[in-house]
Nanobody, 122 residues
């Protein structure tokens, strides 16, 4: 049974930074490609970043240059470093995993975490 657990969310002022973590258990991280999504109240789920098992990343235009996804295979953990945060980044952030990169960045990953709230406000 694969489980994903996110952490690291919270309240931050505009311009601040947060680092989200997603720990995968039940399988080794190197078997999966990962992705980060977010969903703001009243809005549809939005792709944020994708990360191949080898560490290659892809980002949405809205976060490119501000967010960085990375992994630590030894810790079975992926991270989302978020800098220069804006109020419009406020959302619940989810990580997802799948053996197919196209599937996971398309929002069709087999495994999802429970989400962590990020609020950007002064």
């Amino acid at each position: 049974q694969v489980q994903l657990v996110e952490s690291g969310g919270g309240l931050v002022q505009p311009g601040g930074s947060l680092r989200l973590s997603c720990v995968i258990s039940g399988r080794t991280l190197t078997r999966y490609h990962m992705a980060w999504f977010r969903q703001a109240p009243g809005k549809e789920q939005e792709f944020v970043a994708g990360l191949t098992w080898s560490g290659g990343g892809t980002y949405s235009d809205s976060v490119k240059g501000r967010f960085t996804a990375s992994n630590d295979n030894a810790k079975n953990t992926v991270y989302l470093q978020m800098n220069s945060l804006k109020p419009e980044d406020t959302a619940v952030y989810y990580c997802a995993a799948d053996s197919s990169f196209s599937r996971v960045v398309g929002g069709k990953g087999n495994y999802w975490g429970q989400g962590t709230q990020v609020t950007v406000s002064s």
